[in-house]
């Protein structure tokens, strides 16, 4: 059985940090895609960071890349997104997701993602 178990998620005045994991476990972690979508009250779901987990490639959403880095611990099957100046903007509901190689290439397709975590809230006051 797959599991995504997230953590890290919390509030933040703006400006602030914080780190979320995602822990992997019944799941082939290498050579697959795993990364980070983001869902905030009456907006569609999008695409925050994807990782390759065989090489490390990684890709960003729009406007994410220079404050968030996705990173990962192959040793853990654990993948981290480190989300630094945030915003009241980034205030959503955050979700691990993993899938095959291809779905890092697809542009955040999250039909492509076959697994997801319960997701972790991250609420940042201003």
């Known amino acids: 059985q797959v599991q995504l178990v997230e953590s890290g998620g919390g509030s933040v005045q703006a400006g602030g940090s914080l780190r979320l994991s995602c822990a992997a476990s019944?799941?082939?972690?290498?050579?697959?895609?795993m990364g980070w979508f983001r869902q905030a009250p009456g907006k569609e779901r999008e695409g925050v960071a994807l990782?390759?987990?065989?090489?490390?490639?990684?890709y960003y959403g729009d406007s994410m890349e220079g404050r968030f880095t996705i990173s990962q611990d192959n040793a853990k099957n654990t993948v981290y997104l480190q989300m630094n100046r945030l915003k009241p903007e980034d205030t959503a509901m955050y979700y691990c997701a993993a899938g095959s190689r291809e779905a890092c290439y697809s542009g955040f397709m999250d039909a492509l993602f076959g697994y997801w975590g319960q997701g972790t809230q991250v609420t940042v006051s201003s």
């Open positions: 990782m390759y987990t065989g090489d490390g490639r990684t």
């Open positions: 019944g799941y082939t972690y290498s050579r697959n895609c």
